[in-house]
């Protein structure tokens, strides 16, 4: 299993993450190449981000060259969903659709845990789009917060974050918790020790969820062998 995994942000230090992520997930017999879409913003934040993304997206695709059986995008505006399908035969899922999936199969509520206010907004649109928003138990975001560099969002911003999914998990009663955005990638390895509930990745949810369209395994078979493996 071959897979392609586009970062819709130019940020290099994001998608080191993203990579990083993707290649703890990677099992024998898969490769997974991780690159970001050229002329792309830094990060994707507003609405004009996603639109100046999704251009970048499908041309970084279209001058992709090298055979693949699956393509990621990594943001959690699923950005280029549709354009990018609409591009190519191989299946493509986006890591937002991926973790709600991921989610709903662990249980009828779930939260979302990310680093910024102003990515409440569409992080619930995107799980209305895909019909998780009644699971969407709660939203908690990290006030306040600045940095220099995307890529160390998830380290400047790992106390809080962890704070944030252990009052999630203590008084929300859901049965996992999504860590929205991006440049989260791999964080939820490292915090969920820490916290009594799963914790969903979007990059090793989206590669789970092209196992399950590649070979035929189930996502609950998945998702079981994961919380088995955390």
């Excluded at 974050?161 to 440049?183: F, M, T, W, Y």
């Amino acid at each position: 299993m071959k897979l392609l995994i586009i970062n819709p942000n130019s940020s290099a230090s994001v998608t080191a993450r993203i990579n990083a992520a993707a290649q703890a997930a990677c099992q024998p017999g898969e490769a997974i190449t991780t690159i970001r879409a050229t002329d792309a913003p830094d990060l994707i934040v507003t609405p004009e981000d996603a639109q100046a993304a999704e251009r970048a997206v499908t041309q970084t695709l279209s001058a992709w060259r090298q055979p693949v059986d699956g393509v990621i995008l990594a943001s959690f505006g699923d950005t280029g969903l549709d354009a990018v399908r609409a591009l190519t035969r191989v299946p493509v899922v986006g890591i937002a659709q991926s973790a709600y999936a991921m989610a709903s199969v662990l249980g009828p509520r779930m939260s979302i845990v990310s680093f910024a206010p102003t990515m409440a907004e569409a992080l619930r649109k995107t799980a209305l789009g895909y019909g998780h928003g009644n699971r969407v138990a709660a939203m908690h975001m990290v006030e306040g917060a600045s940095w220099d560099d995307p890529g160390e969002i998830q380290h400047q911003l790992a106390p809080q974050l962890l704070a944030l999914c252990r009052k999630s998990a203590r008084e929300d009663q859901v049965n996992s918790i999504v860590l929205g955005g991006g440049p989260l990638a791999g964080l939820a390895a490292r915090l969920q020790s820490q916290v009594n509930v799963p914790l969903i990745d979007g990059t090793t949810a989206a590669i789970a969820t092209l196992r399950v369209a590649l070979t035929g395994t189930s996502l609950a078979e998945l998702t079981r062998d994961r919380m088995v493996q955390t």
